[in-house]
């Protein structure tokens, strides 16, 4: 009964990892790892990028020192005029763990602080909290494209010349102009000066990873890889001093 039931358990969730990955809710399954040793990444990442001021070192350990050793004689003075009676002295052990939790509750007030700050900063910001790290669709980011393509266009049939549009579009409402500050747009006139954008994400990592889309200029509605971008940039059809 107990490897029957053990079964069910294994087969009841390797289901739902299958399930998850299937509909892209990989995070679900990402999220439990990530937690418990998320962290070691975080250091593999970014203590080769950390610089040690060794002169803030040398001044912290010796104002830790001076603290430690100014406590314990304090300390141990004020206990001897406090019990008179007792001939044991103060212990060292005690002042320095007296000093350990100074610098335990410093170290958390710190800490208390910058997450605050980051808590804020992710609250106050515009930029997505989490991002899709599904790689199985090659036309990532396929609407958001989509979607300023042809905002674009239809500024450009209603007369807003071509250097405009961009400033057009981060003024328009708020879900315009959240994809605007996010996605490049580019005017590419086709072969026969038919109006046309290129976009494509301002950040390298998601432009690498996303590519782009172009509509108009001949083409109904076309992706194209990062690879591409540089060669598109540079050819004819991009209207002058429209490029990033």
Known sequence: M?????SGWVLGVLFLMVLFTCSGQVWLMQAPLVLVVGWVGFLQRVLPEVTWRWGAIAETVAVVAVLGV???????RLWRQLRPEDERAWPVRWSVSLVALLVLLFSATMATVGIGHHVGWLASGRA???ESSWRFNPRHMEWDNEGLCRQALDLSQSGVPDARIAQVLLRGDAVIRTKAERLHVVPWRGAGGEAGFLVFPRDPISRERAG??????GVEQKSF??????KLLAGPRVAADTAP
């Open 2 to 6: 107990k490897a029957t039931k053990a």
């Open 70 to 76: 100014g406590t314990h004689l304090f300390l141990r």
């Open 128 to 130: 997505s909290l989490a």
């Open 212 to 217: 782009g889309v172009h509509c108009g200029g």
């Open 225 to 230: 890889q990062a690879a591409e971008l540089p």
